[in-house]
Structures are given as structure tokens and as C-alpha cells.
């Protein structure tokens, strides 16, 4: 198997960490979308995107009601035409008729100053593609970008965007500046390489155009495919605007991960890593599956950080010869009985030796004590000793007992 060498951290970058066990978040502006805020002092806001053609109002408005039902907070569509921009106001309209209002957020692409305009009118968020709002056609035989190219480029930039960004600015709505990796502009690439730091510039190039007609409604995001360059770009980003004075919310996500196992465990070591670096407002996890598996993922990637408390924190002991019970099955019982619970922290543990010790911070503790009882905790006081096949049923029966039971 091939490996790449291990990058190096120096002693000084990890003392300021050593026992520090809460993470401080990057200080952000708040930012509203709809009826939900990014930044500031509110809590991580999940996000996801449908992938109905919005050209199909029913299919659309399912879609965001599915997602929107079981946890996701602000809900992106895709516009690549003027009928698509339209036909959010359809989309919008049946949603108040028949669920509720969602905060929605337009994806915007090629040439879209129209589109953008039109469809500010109907979403919360409008996001862009600093590589794609003014397509560069590419030119294969240049071999160096003039001032004057750059200045012509940037004037046109700012023409296309001035427009949508007075008209959010007056709506009061807000604008995620999303550079994705992949689709950087020809000037930032022959600048920069294919780098963060060309994706920054892209960003920055941007951020200031909006500074400069007094609109501070931003939410940044950074995205790429590889893990590390999707950490450098953020945590760049996050340095180029504290050296700029800029206090803009991040929305993070490491695009096209793919999809199971993988596609999760990439999305977490990229997002997971930023947020316990404190950087990270808002995060939408992307995989090649229905956009409702995604939210799951988040959800359990900000309560295993402690960012987020959304269902019950299982903690189980991976099992030894010291086990008194089938532990997998056990925990599978006591998961099913319990999952539709908030707030609640659970142990399920194979023994004694571990058992009280490891699971002292838990609110309830289901613990193997000899063979065919178990012992049921609050906290570190043991409540009582029952057989094994009254064990689920009792440890339900202590959690209503304490009045936190709440029926599926």
C-alpha cells in the first residue's frame, strides 16, 4: 500500500491545545437566512440541497419539505435557467400553502447576473461561483495576464455583480461566496496555480467588491474534493480575513465526497477538523446518495463535537472476554428503545472493571455486573439489579421514573 509522508507540527502548535477540552469558535457576524441565523453566537446550522429539477414545483417542494422535516435548516436549489429562477416563486408560494416557510438558497452559475436577479426575489440566500458568475473562456496559447487584462476582467466582475449584490443589500437577503477547487478562474489559476491561495484571492476579489457597496450579508465557503486542500483553503481564508478585519461566517463541506462509508468518513475528517479548530458556521455534508442521508451525518459529526446536542449520546464499551452479555445486540435493544430520546447521554457496558469509571459522565448506565443480571446507573449511583431479560424494559421504566421519557 503506498503512504505519503507525515506532515509535521511543531511542539508550539500543539501546547495551546494540550488540555484545552471545549473549542472556541471563530467570533462571525450573524447572518440571516430566512428565519434562521449564520454565525454569531447561534448554533451550527445544517444544510443540504435537493436534487429535483426545479422546473418540477410538486417534486420540489416534496423534496425540501423531506429534508426540511427531519432536520435540515436551510435548503439549496439549483437555477441554471430563467425559467428555473421563476419557478421559485411557485415553489415558494406552495410551500407557505401547504407546510411552512423554509429558508431557501439559489445556486447560481454560468453568466448568472439575470438568473441571480430573479431569483433574489424569491429565495433568502443567493450563492455564487466566484470561477463561474463571469466565465473566462480560456485562452491555451497565453503566457502572461497584462495589468490592463486583469483590470478589464475585474471591471467586468464588478458590472455583473453590482446589480445583485444592491438588490440583496436592499431586500436585506444574504450571499454565500462559494469557491469550489475545480472551477477556479483562468486568471486566478496562471496567478496562483490550482492552490488556496487562488481560491482565497477568488473569494476576497469578491468580498470586496460587496464591502465596497456597503453589503456585509456574506457567508464564505471554500470547497474542494481532497481533504487537505479543503483544510488549507478554510484555514486561510479564515487568516486573510482576521488580517483584513473581516468577520464573515464560513459554511463548510468537502464537495463531491462520494458516497457510504467513505464518502462519511471523508466528509467528517474534513468538516470534523475545521470545527474542532473553532472554524465552521454552518455545513452541508455532500454525498452521491438522496439528499436526506446527508443530514443524519451532520448532525452526528456536530453532537460527537459537542457543538450540538440532537439525540441520544451512546456510549458503549467495545467488548472483551470480560463481557457478561451480548453487547452488539444489547446496545441494539437498548439504541432502539431509547433513539427517538434528546439530551440524554447512555452507557451500555460489557463489565465492572469499566463500567462505572468510564461511563461517569452519562445520565443512565446499563451495566453487565454477573452473569445473567445487569445493573442499572443514574449517573455513578447504582438504582438496582434485575435480570437481563428485564433489563431494557427497566432502564425505560427509571428514565420515566425521572420524568424524561417522551413517547416515540
Given at each position: 500500500?503506498?503512504?505519503?509522508?507525515?506532515?509535521?507540527?511543531?511542539?508550539?502548535?500543539?501546547?495551546?491545545?494540550?488540555?484545552?477540552?471545549?473549542?472556541?469558535?471563530?467570533?462571525?457576524?450573524?447572518?440571516?437566512?430566512?428565519?434562521?441565523?449564520?454565525?454569531?453566537?447561534?448554533?451550527?446550522?445544517?444544510?443540504?440541497?435537493?436534487?429535483?429539477?426545479?422546473?418540477?414545483?410538486?417534486?420540489?417542494?416534496?423534496?425540501?419539505?423531506?429534508?426540511?422535516?427531519?432536520?435540515?435548516?436551510?435548503?439549496?436549489?439549483?437555477?441554471?435557467?430563467?425559467?428555473?429562477?421563476?419557478?421559485?416563486?411557485?415553489?415558494?408560494?406552495?410551500?407557505?400553502?401547504?407546510y411552512q416557510t423554509v429558508p431557501l438558497v439559489a445556486d447560481v452559475h454560468?453568466?448568472?447576473?439575470?438568473?441571480?436577479?430573479?431569483?433574489?426575489?424569491?429565495?433568502?440566500?443567493?450563492?455564487?461561483?466566484?470561477?463561474?458568475?463571469?466565465?473566462?473562456?480560456?485562452?491555451?496559447?497565453?503566457?502572461?495576464?497584462?495589468?490592463?487584462?486583469?483590470?478589464?476582467?475585474?471591471?467586468?466582475?464588478?458590472?455583473?455583480?453590482?446589480?445583485?449584490?444592491?438588490?440583496?443589500?436592499?431586500?436585506?437577503?444574504?450571499?454565500?461566496?462559494?469557491?469550489?477547487?475545480?472551477?477556479?478562474?483562468?486568471?486566478?489559476?496562471?496567478?496562483?496555480?490550482?492552490?488556496?491561495?487562488?481560491?482565497?484571492?477568488?473569494?476576497?476579489?469578491?468580498?470586496?467588491?460587496?464591502?465596497?457597496?456597503?453589503?456585509?450579508?456574506?457567508?464564505?465557503?471554500?470547497?474542494?474534493?481532497?481533504?487537505?486542500?479543503?483544510?488549507?483553503?478554510?484555514?486561510?481564508?479564515?487568516?486573510?480575513?482576521?488580517?483584513?478585519?473581516?468577520?464573515?461566517?464560513?459554511?463548510?463541506?468537502?464537495?463531491?465526497?462520494?458516497?457510504?462509508?467513505?464518502?462519511?468518513?471523508?466528509?467528517?475528517?474534513?468538516?470534523?477538523?475545521?470545527?474542532?479548530?473553532?472554524?465552521?458556521?454552518?455545513?452541508?455534508?455532500?454525498?452521491?446518495?438522496?439528499?436526506?442521508?446527508?443530514?443524519?451525518?451532520?448532525?452526528?459529526?456536530?453532537?460527537?463535537?459537542?457543538?450540538?446536542?440532537?439525540?441520544?449520546?451512546?456510549?458503549?464499551?467495545?467488548?472483551?472476554?470480560?463481557?457478561?452479555?451480548?453487547?452488539?445486540?444489547?446496545?441494539?435493544?437498548?439504541?432502539?428503545?431509547?433513539?427517538?430520546?434528546?439530551?440524554?447521554?447512555?452507557?451500555?457496558?460489557?463489565?465492572?472493571?469499566?463500567?462505572?469509571?468510564?461511563?461517569?459522565?452519562?445520565?443512565?448506565?446499563?451495566?453487565?455486573?454477573?452473569?445473567?443480571?445487569?445493573?442499572?446507573?443514574?449517573?455513578?449511583?447504582?438504582?438496582?439489579?434485575?435480570?437481563?431479560?428485564?433489563?431494557?424494559?427497566?432502564?425505560?421504566?427509571?428514565?420515566?421514573?425521572?420524568?424524561?421519557?417522551?413517547?416515540?
Open positions: 500500500m503506498q503512504t505519503l509522508p507525515n506532515p509535521t507540527t511543531s511542539k508550539a502548535a500543539y501546547s495551546q491545545f494540550a488540555t484545552d477540552t471545549t473549542i472556541h469558535r471563530r467570533k462571525t457576524r450573524p447572518v440571516k437566512v430566512g428565519n434562521v441565523t449564520i454565525g454569531g453566537s447561534n448554533p451550527v446550522v445544517v444544510q443540504s440541497m435537493i436534487n429535483e429539477d426545479t422546473l418540477d414545483i410538486d417534486g420540489s417542494v416534496a423534496g425540501i419539505r423531506r429534508l426540511h422535516e427531519i432536520g435540515c435548516e436551510i435548503v439549496r436549489v439549483t437555477v441554471p435557467s430563467m425559467a428555473h429562477a421563476k419557478a421559485l416563486a411557485d415553489i415558494k408560494q406552495k410551500l407557505q400553502q401547504t454560468h453568466n448568472g447576473m439575470k438568473i441571480a436577479l430573479e431569483v433574489a426575489k424569491h429565495v433568502d440566500k443567493v450563492r455564487i461561483n466566484p470561477g463561474l458568475y463571469v466565465f473566462e473562456k480560456p485562452k491555451t496559447d497565453r503566457t502572461e495576464f497584462t495589468q490592463a487584462e486583469f483590470a478589464e476582467i475585474g471591471d467586468k466582475i464588478r458590472e455583473t455583480l453590482e446589480p445583485l449584490v444592491i438588490s440583496l443589500r436592499d431586500q436585506n437577503k444574504a450571499m454565500r461566496i462559494g469557491v469550489n477547487h475545480g472551477s477556479l478562474a483562468e486568471r486566478m489559476l496562471f496567478s496562483y496555480g490550482d492552490t488556496p491561495e487562488g481560491m482565497v484571492e477568488s473569494a476576497l476579489e469578491f468580498i470586496r467588491i460587496c464591502e465596497s457597496l456597503d453589503f456585509r450579508n456574506l457567508v464564505i465557503s471554500m470547497k474542494a474534493s481532497r481533504v487537505p486542500v479543503m483544510l488549507a483553503a478554510y484555514r486561510l481564508m479564515a487568516q486573510r480575513m482576521d488580517e483584513n478585519g473581516m468577520d464573515y461566517p464560513l459554511h463548510l463541506g468537502v464537495t463531491e465526497a462520494g458516497d457510504g462509508e467513505y464518502g462519511r468518513i471523508k466528509s467528517t475528517a474534513g468538516i470534523g477538523t475545521l470545527l474542532a479548530e473553532g472554524l465552521g458556521d454552518t455545513i452541508r455534508v455532500s454525498l452521491t446518495e438522496a439528499p436526506e442521508k446527508e443530514i443524519p451525518v451532520c448532525y452526528s459529526i456536530l453532537q460527537a463535537l459537542g457543538l450540538r446536542k440532537t439525540m441520544v449520546e451512546y456510549v458503549a464499551c467495545p467488548s472483551c472476554g470480560r463481557t457478561l452479555f451480548n453487547l452488539e445486540e444489547v446496545l441494539h435493544q437498548v439504541r432502539e428503545a431509547t433513539k427517538h430520546l434528546t439530551g440524554l447521554d447512555i452507557a451500555v457496558m460489557g463489565c465492572i472493571v469499566n463500567g462505572p469509571g468510564e461511563m461517569a459522565d452519562a445520565d443512565y448506565g446499563y451495566v453487565g455486573k454477573q452473569p445473567g443480571y445487569i445493573s442499572l446507573y443514574r449517573g455513578r449511583e447504582e438504582i438496582k439489579k434485575v435480570p437481563e431479560a428485564e433489563g431494557v424494559g427497566e432502564l425505560i421504566a427509571l428514565i420515566k421514573a425521572d420524568d424524561r421519557w417522551i413517547e416515540p
